[in-house]
């Protein structure tokens, strides 16, 4: 972690490359895209789940790992398919449910970010994902 006034970088592997700046989504949870998003709205519909409620569409989901089915793979390509899935993936460990659908998505998915990055980053940030350099970066809270 690197940190200069208010911005924080973390550092991870670029997996699928892109760049998305956006809104962070950040929860210490995994999420399980079969069963636990709603595909016709992208909303994270799981019992429990602290995002329960949020809609995933143009954010930055930040996340330990995906959990559940392969078919969660698809969901995710179905949910890029109608524009609400999230524009970029960060994880600490990218599971092979959100490293697949974000490579049939074309969603930049950026892997091993440090779990401090869990709670130095909130929900409603503003955040770069630049996956071809590794980077997740805070720009403004």
Known sequence: ???????????GKGVVRGRFCGEA????????????????TGMVVERGHELRGKVLANKVLILPHGKGSTV?????YS??????APRAIVTMKADIVILTGCVISGIPLLDGIPREALSAIR????????AF?????????
């Open 1 to 11: 972690m690197f940190e200069g006034s208010d911005r924080i970088v973390f550092r």
């Open 25 to 40: 989504l950040v929860t210490d949870m995994p999420i399980s895209f079969l069963g636990g998003v709603d595909p016709l």
């Open 72 to 76: 969660g793979s698809y969901v995710i």
């Open 79 to 84: 949910l890029a398919k109608k524009g609400l």
């Open 123 to 130: 929900s409603g940030d503003m955040v770069e994902v630049d």
């Open 133 to 141: 350099r590794g980077i997740l970066r805070r720009i403004s809270r």
